[in-house]
C-alpha cells in the first residue's frame, strides 16, 4: 500500500532553564527527538510504545504539526509539513486529529456536547442545517446509546468512557484520514477501557483510518497495532510488526518491556521491571547507544558509537548486538 507519511531524520531539540539560563549559556538541550525515521502506509495502525519521556508524545505533536522539526523531514501525502501554505494548513487540520488522553481536559467543561461537537463543524463551513445531523451521525459512529439524549448535557454529567467518545467523535466529525491517539484510555476507569477500545479499532477499520497509537502498556498496543516501534530517549529502538516483538522481542530494551507485561499465571514469577526503575533523563543521555546506562547486555562499542536501526527478518533493530 502507498505510504501515507514518511519522517526522514525528524529531530524536535529544545532549550529548558529558561531565557535568563540561556544568557548565562547554562540551559540545556533536550532532543525530545532525535533522527528518527520510518513511513506509515495508508490505513496502517501503528503503537508508539515507551516510558515517559521516550519523545513518543512528542513524536505524535510532530506528525499533527502542532510542533514543528528542528531538522529532518516529515512528509504527509507528499507534502513537508514545515512548508506547509497556509491555505493548505486548514486543509492538513482537517485531514489529521487528535484524540486526547483525558477527555475532561480536552473539553470546554462549559459548552454542552452539541456546542463541542459544533464548533470544528462550525469552523469547517458546515452549514448550520447540516450540523445537527453531522453531530448525531458522528455520536452513533463511536457507539453512544441513543445520542439525541447527550446534546444538551454538560462534560461533568457525562462518564470518562461516554466522554472518551464523545471527545473520539469529535475527532471523527470532520472525517479524518489519520489520527494520533495519545494514551487514549489511561485516565479511564480499567472497567470501561475496553469499550472504548473497541470503539476505536471499529471506527478504524470501518473508515480505514491511518492511526498512531501512544502508550506505555505493551498489552494494549498489542490489542490495537499491527505494527509497534519502540522509542527510547528520543530515538526508535525496535520497529516491527506487534506479533513478532511480543513473541520475540530482540532489542534489548523491547525485552525489558514484554518481560515486564503482567503474565495471567501468577505461579510463573517475574521482574516486574528487569532494567530498574525510573524513566531516564532525557536532559542527559548516555553518550553512543542511549539504552546503555540501563542495558544489561551493554559492551565498550555501546559507549562510543550510536547503533543506527537495521534490518533483521521483519523488523529494523538499532543495537551493535545485531
Ligand atoms: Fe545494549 Fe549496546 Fe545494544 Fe545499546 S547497543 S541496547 S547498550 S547492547
Same mark, same amino acid.
Given at each position: 500500500t502507498e505510504v501515507l507519511i514518511s519522517i526522514h531524520e525528524a529531530r524536535l531539540h529544545y532549550a529548558v532553564g529558561g531565557a535568563f539560563a540561556a544568557m548565562r549559556g547554562k540551559s540545556t538541550v533536550v532532543k525530545?527527538?532525535?533522527g528518527v525515521t520510518f513511513d506509515i502506509r495508508r490505513s496502517e495502525s501503528v503503537g508508539l510504545l !515507551?516510558?515517559?519521556?521516550? !519523545?513518543k508524545t512528542s513524536m505524535g505533536r510532530l506528525l499533527l504539526k502542532l510542533e514543528d522539526t528542528t531538522d529532518g523531514t516529515i512528509h504527509f501525502d507528499g507534502e513537508e509539513l514545515t512548508k506547509i501554505q497556509r491555505k493548505r494548513l486548514k486543509e492538513f487540520r482537517t485531514r489529521a486529529q487528535l484524540i486526547f488522553q483525558n477527555p475532561f481536559d480536552a473539553v470546554n467543561p462549559r459548552f454542552t456536547i452539541r456546542q463541542t461537537l459544533s464548533e470544528p463543524l462550525e469552523n469547517a463551513g458546515i452549514k448550520r442545517s447540516e450540523r445537527e445531523a453531522r453531530i448525531i451521525a458522528a455520536l452513533e459512529l463511536v457507539r453512544l @446509546?441513543? @445520542?439525541?439524549?447527550? *446534546?444538551?448535557?454538560? @462534560?461533568?454529567? *457525562?462518564s470518562g468512557g461516554q466522554l472518551q467518545r464523545v471527545v473520539m467523535a469529535r475527532a471523527l466529525i470532520l472525517q479524518p484520514e489519520f489520527v494520533v491517539a495519545d494514551e487514549p484510555v489511561s485516565m479511564l476507569d480499567v472497567s470501561v477501557r475496553a469499550g472504548v477500545l473497541n470503539v476505536f479499532r471499529d471506527v478504524r477499520d470501518r473508515l480505514g483510518l491511518t492511526a498512531i497509537y501512544i502508550s506505555h502498556d505493551l498489552a494494549l498496543v498489542r490489542y490495537v497495532c499491527e505494527r509497534t516501534i519502540v522509542m527510547y530517549l528520543g530515538r526508535i529502538m525496535e520497529d516491527g510488526p506487534t506479533e513478532d516483538i511480543v513473541h520475540q522481542p530482540l532489542h534489548p530494551y523491547t525485552k525489558a518491556l514484554v518481560a515486564a507485561v503482567p503474565v495471567p499465571n501468577p505461579d510463573q514469577s517475574h521482574d516486574p521491571l528487569p532494567i530498574g526503575r525510573g524513566a531516564p533523563d532525557p536532559r542527559n543521555p548516555p553518550s553512543g547507544c542511549v539504552f546503555r546506562d540501563r542495558c544489561p547486555q551493554a559492551f565498550e562499542r555501546c559507549a562510543a558509537e550510536v547503533p543506527q536501526p537495521r534490518p533483521v527478518g521483519t523488523r529494523s533493530v538499532a543495537c551493535h548486538l545485531f
Open positions: 525530545a527527538v532525535d !515507551g516510558e515517559s519521556g521516550c !519523545g @446509546p441513543e @445520542p439525541a439524549q447527550f *446534546l444538551d448535557r454538560y @462534560p461533568h454529567q *457525562l
